[in-house]
């Protein structure tokens, strides 16, 4: 009987001490264990590219105020539409007809107590005319030059007198220069007399 106790006790102890060993780890009888943890193990390489990317990432994000665009997108910002409106040309004026300076001038041919009137018209002209221009465009016939005037009409200087002849005046005013450099203005009145002695 003692033989029979003493192998029960030994083979029990066994057991126990078996058992012990075995369940050690877990925490409660008859429950998992927990899953272990997995860590990834990453190269330095592979670590300093994923935090260049974030930098980038975190840069574009402050400095558009938007996160980056994702990849297979075609676009992520809006296209901005074109100003495809033309201008509509705006008609131009008519250029203003050119006008050419008119100058009236009133002539009159006066041969006084030898023929009377022999002329007096008015005439208009598009350049500024000289008081020898006025005379040839009268309709009197005339010897001399635009120096000096030696006949009109037949009636010729000294005709009648050592100092006849033929003298004019504009407005009144007898110029002392020659009828081929005194300028006619616009309006003026030209007076051809025979002056006797």
């Given amino acids: 009987m003692r033989k029979i106790s003493k192998k029960f006790i ?3 102890s066994a057991i126990l001490l078996i058992s012990f060993c075995c369940g050690c780890g877990a925490k409660t009888i008859g429950t998992h264990a927990e899953e272990p943890v ?3 193990i990453t190269t330095p390489s ?11 990432q975190e840069s574009t994000t402050l400095a558009t105020g938007k996160d980056t665009p994702e990849v297979g997108k075609e676009e992520y910002y809006p296209k901005q ?3 495809t409106y033309e201008e509509t040309p705006q008609p131009q004026p008519a250029p203003e007809p050119e006008t050419n300076p008119s100058y009236d001038i009133s002539i009159t041919v006066d041969a006084g107590a030898y023929g009377g009137i022999q002329s007096s018209c008015y ?3 598009s350049y500024q005319p000289t008081v020898y221009d006025a005379l040839c465009n009268c309709g009197v016939g005339f010897e001399g030059s635009s120096y000096y005037i030696k006949s009109i009409n037949g009636l010729a200087e000294k005709q009648h007198g050592a100092m006849s ?10 110029p002392m220069e020659t009828c081929g450099s005194y300028y006619l203005n616009s309006g003026d009145s030209v007076y051809w007399w025979y002056q006797a002695e």
């Fill in 10 to 12: 030994f083979l029990l």
């Fill in 38 to 40: 997995v860590k990834e």
């Fill in 46 to 56: 592979e670590t300093k590219k994923s935090e260049e990317t974030t930098e980038q």
């Fill in 81 to 83: 539409e074109e100003n």
């Fill in 123 to 125: 005439l208009s002209f």
């Fill in 165 to 174: 002849g033929w003298l004019y005046s504009v407005n009144g005013y007898s």
